[in-house]
């Protein structure tokens, strides 16, 4: 058996941006921040030395790998899927969704790395016919090698987990409202820079996971467009809550509220249960007038959530400042250290 670990560096390799947070777990179940960093990319075709240098930097901010590592990988190629199949090993699945990606998942996955796990169901909606449900997640092969490269030549050690961003997501939420993953029905977005992810869950089952083609990237761009105004007056005008602007930003995301009334609407139909709240991470979750347009306009209280909340703070006084806030972006990186810590 593996020994546990009680400090962790948790990574967010994101398109834009790379993440981390380093995470200690101490008894009791007190649980330290004691350093994070957030790091922009402006990137259009990533390579592996541009990652490594970028995890380079990252590393040296916060000071430490620590004594294990856990990445997760935000990617718009990446693949992640919810499917129902027969009782059968996931080494099996996992060949078998390798060869036969077209039947079982809609997609040629012969040049992806592929994991495959099963989801422990307590609804009504846990498969059909006595089959099982799974989770399917995959990245295609040659990102995989530029990521094993960059890690190798960036200095980050004893990588110990590596996961899909939608599922860090979910593990965040459960060691952030662990009240509300056990015993309800929940929605989750995680508001990206170029695309944004959907999850819903009930009773700590993942059920469904979905991206959509929006984030902070077409949000400016489109204000761009409607207003003429730069990114920074964009900014500060949602923050004065300027009449003009606001209605710009309610038109910019109708296409959002759609995708997540669709969604809610989606799971209620399939099952007795109801989601009453909708839970916003990401950069957007930091802008209170964005929150309130997302709630007018999906009639439910949009509200922004914090994984490192119940966390003790231990971070250098030169960041204490900015932390509450940028702590929004870190939920991810949360996610991938909490669920190593606790494994």
Not at 25 to 42: E, P, Q, T
Not at 175 to 180: E, K, R
Not at 195 to 212: A, C, Q
Request: proline residues 3%; contains cysteine.
């Amino acid at each position: 058996m593996a020994k546990s670990v009680s400090l962790v560096l948790g990574i967010d390799i994101g398109h834009f941006t790379i993440k981390a947070v380093l995470l200690q777990k101490k008894g009791g179940g007190r649980f330290v921040i004691n350093n994070y960093a957030i790091h922009s990319r402006d990137v259009q075709n990533i390579s592996a030395e541009e990652l490594a240098n970028a995890l380079k930097d990252v590393i040296k901010e916060v000071g430490s790998t620590g004594k294990a590592t856990a990445i997760a990988i935000s990617d718009p190629e990446a693949l992640i899927r919810i499917i129902d199949q027969p009782d059968t090993p996931t080494e099996i699945l996992r060949d078998a969704l390798r060869l036969n990606g077209l039947t079982l998942l809609n997609q040629d996955c012969r040049d992806f790395v592929l994991d495959c796990d099963f989801i422990e169901t307590s609804g009504t909606d846990a498969g059909t016919n006595g089959q099982k449900r799974y989770i399917v997640g995959g990245i295609p092969r040659a990102l995989v090698n530029i990521y094993d490269t960059a890690l190798n030549n960036s200095g980050v050690s004893n990588v110990r987990s590596l996961q899909l961003s939608p599922i860090s997501v979910f593990n965040a939420f459960e060691f952030a409202q662990p009240d509300i993953f056990n015993q309800q029905a929940f929605f989750l977005i995680d508001f990206g820079y170029s695309s944004s992810t959907m999850i819903v869950g009930s009773k700590s089952e993942l059920v469904l996971v979905r991206n959509i083609e929006f984030g902070g990237k077409l949000l400016i761009e489109t204000l761009q467009n409607l207003s003429g105004e730069t990114p920074d007056m964009i900014l500060d005008a949602l923050k004065q809550e300027e009449e003009i602007m606001v209605e710009n930003a309610r038109m910019a995301i109708a296409s959002v509220t759609r995708e997540v009334s669709s969604s809610i609407g989606f799971f209620e139909g399939r099952r007795e249960e109801s989601i009453s709240q909708v839970w916003v991470s990401g950069g957007i979750a930091q802008n209170s007038t964005m929150l309130r347009l997302l709630s007018e306009e999906l009639n439910l209280p949009c509200s922004a959530w914090n994984a490192l909340e119940r966390c003790e703070t231990s971070i250098p006084s030169t960041k204490r400042a900015k932390f509450t806030e940028e702590a929004l972006q870190l939920n991810t990186a949360c996610g991938a250290a909490v669920e190593l810590l606790n494994s």
